[in-house]
C-alpha cells in the first residue's frame, strides 16, 4: 500500500472519473478499480473477485454507521455502495439497512 497525503482531492477524484455524486472523503485505488468513501471490506472483496466492467464502486458521503463511521448512540443510517463507470453512470451495487 502506498499512502499519498494531498491537499487537492477534487483533481484527484476528476482525474479518476468519480462522478461528483459519489464524492466522499477518501479515494483508493485498488488493483485498478477506485474505491471511494467508506466502502464495506466485503463488498471491495467482491469487486475485486468479480471483476466488474466498471471503474469502480463508491458510498457518497459519510453516511452514519458505514464502515469508519460507527458512533455509539447513534442510530446508522441506510446507504447503498454505487457502481460507476467512465460515462459518469452509477448502479446500486449493494444496500444497507
Known amino acids: ?10 483533481s484527484i477524484k476528476t482525474n479518476y472519473q ?3 455524486q459519489l464524492y466522499s472523503c477518501h479515494t483508493a485505488v485498488v ?3 477506485i ?10 472483496s467482491r469487486l475485486l473477485s468479480e471483476k ?13 454507521g458505514s464502515p469508519g463511521m460507527e458512533s455509539p448512540g447513534q442510530a446508522p443510517e441506510p446507504f447503498s455502495v454505487y457502481t460507476f463507470n467512465e460515462a459518469g453512470e452509477t448502479a446500486v451495487y449493494a444496500s444497507y439497512p
Open 18 to 20: 468519480v462522478p461528483q
Open 1 to 10: 500500500m502506498i499512502e499519498k497525503g494531498v491537499n487537492d482531492l477534487i
Open 52 to 64: 466488474p466492467d466498471v471503474l469502480g464502486i463508491g458510498v457518497p458521503g459519510m453516511p452514519a
Open 31 to 33: 488493483d485498478g478499480y
Open 35 to 44: 474505491i471511494e468513501g467508506h466502502v464495506p471490506a466485503a463488498d471491495v
